[in-house]
């Protein structure tokens, strides 16, 4: 049970119940590639929270991917995963791959363009905003991605 709102003075607080909890969400993290004539959207499904070393293990895939010849630039938020000690502790290694990284200014969501991305799949691509199980909403995820072109990495 989820709890939500109550009524005022009453002191009691209504309850919701969900579905599947947080057992009930999918995790992407991804990238929005400008280079070449067509862009691109790579991403990968995370298991639990987005945490450091799923970032870091998402830029290593890139970074593997990455020709050390040319440049490659990661432009990322300000979000605590993307700035840890153990990313700075990678970034050396990164740009020796040719993977550097840059952040955007804070409370500036508007110029990172995979929030763009994010809301026509959930906006537009998925308009349903309530599925009756975890694989309905993970095939209508997928029918979504394929139809923009997305690539899971």
Known sequence: MASTWFRRGSGQQFRMPTRWGSHGRLKLIGTYTLHGTTPALELRTLQGRCNQEQVIAYLDTLAQHSEPSRLTVIVLDNAAVHRGKAIREKQIGWEAQGLYLRY??????FLNL??????????VLMPRRSYNTLAELEAALHLALSAIGAKFI
């Open 104 to 109: 955007l200014p804070p409370y500036a969501p």
């Open 114 to 123: 995979i929030e763009g991305i994010w809301k026509q799949i959930k906006g």
